[in-house]
């Protein structure tokens, strides 16, 4: 198979391995609310907020505890208690990921127990030997060069020997100048690819049976 030398493939969670709009609105309506409560603004105001600091961020509670008096862990526990049974068992992926030879970890931007919740919904929980999320990263998101350095510490990843499977283009460029091999994933593709991608496919499934020759 092609990439013989990776050692470690690190997964992004949302829209990566799955289709991540089931569980946003739930999880962004609970995002709201939060704040409406906790900054004491209306909910029109609530969902400015939450999605000026997601751009300018890359992660609402981060904007959130820099602004605001807001307690990020809190946050993060809060707005993921949500009914994650509408994400169903994905055994033609679970079958996919288990054939790929090395370590296999997670990494996310969400948190508060979202990718271990997530991860047993779609039957994809023990095949992952880490999760590293935003509280793991000291709430540096990705691109953030930071989160990408705290990960390789934490786990001793040696960036030239692994890969970063990917829905958002942005967070593949620091991985590339790492070292990293980036794969691109999802329908839509910037047309030119820039150069730090350097595979792609439609969606995650695609991706790894054309790998594995599947
Ligand atoms: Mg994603």
Known sequence: ???????????????????????????????????????RVDE????????HYFHE???????LS???DIDADDFM??????????????????????KLPGRKIIFTNGGGGHAERTLK??????????????????????????????????FDIDPTRAILIEDTLRN?????????A???VGPVHPDPRPSYVQHYAYDVHTLLRDWIGA
């Open 121 to 154: 919904a779609l039957g994809l929980a023990d095949l992952f030997e880490h999760v590293f999320d935003l509280g793991d990263s000291g709430y540096a998101p990705k691109p953030q060069l930071q989160s990408y350095e705290r990960l390789c510490t934490a």
């Open 44 to 51: 029109m105001r609530a969902l400015e907020l939450r999605e």
């Open 66 to 68: 820099r602004h605001h």
């Open 172 to 180: 593949l460029e620091p991985a590339h100048d790492m070292g990293f």
């Open 182 to 184: 980036t794969a691109l």
């Open 77 to 98: 526990l809060d707005v993921h208690d949500v009914d994650y049974s509408v994400l169903g068992e994905d055994r033609e992926l679970a079958a996919l990921i288990a």
């Open 57 to 63: 961020y890359g992660a609402t509670v981060v904007g």
């Open 1 to 39: 198979m092609p990439l013989a030398g990776i050692r470690d493939w690190v997964f992004d969670l949302d829209n990566t391995l799955y289709p991540a709009p089931t569980l946003y609105d739930a999880i962004g309506e609970r995002m709201t609310s939060y704040i409406a409560r906790h900054a």
